[in-house]
């Protein structure tokens, strides 16, 4: 049974530092792809980070560069998604997702495709973890 469970989330006051967890058991493929969505409140689900299995290219959204580290340990098929400089716009639920059927690519075209809207997402993202939320408040 192909599962992602996430881990990590919390209340941190602005400027502080988290780091998520994405625990991935089942794949079939050694090519995939994991990625961190998440979802405020009151707004649509956003694409924040991604990284690929085949050559660990990554992928961030504008509004974290610089601040989130994504990496992979595959030897443990774990996601892990360092959050530094913490504010309150970072505040939402944290989703760990996976695209596990399509073909291998290399470079970051692919995942900006699954990070980039929420239709891609909707269409090409096989498997959704439970959710941990991540609170920025002082």
């Known amino acids: 049974q192909v599962q992602l469970v996430e881990s990590g989330g919390g209340l941190v006051q602005p400027g502080g530092s988290l780091k998520l967890s994405c625990a991935a058991s089942?794949?079939?493929?050694?090519?995939?792809?994991i990625g961190w969505f998440r979802q405020a409140p009151g707004k649509e689900r956003e694409g924040v980070s991604c990284?690929?299995?085949?050559?660990?290219?990554?992928y961030y959204a504008d509004s974290v560069k610089g601040r989130f580290t994504i990496s992979m340990d595959s030897a443990t098929n774990t996601v892990y998604l360092q959050m530094n400089s913490l504010k309150p716009e970072d505040t939402a639920v944290y989703y760990c997702a996976a695209d596990v059927d399509s073909p291998p690519q290399y470079g970051t075209t692919w995942l900006r495709v699954l990070m980039g809207s929420n239709r891609d997402a909707s269409r090409y993202i096989d498997i959704w973890g439970q959710g941990t939320l991540v609170t920025v408040s002082s």
């Open positions: 089942g794949f079939t493929s050694a090519y995939y792809y």
């Open positions: 990284i690929s299995s085949v050559d660990g290219s990554t």
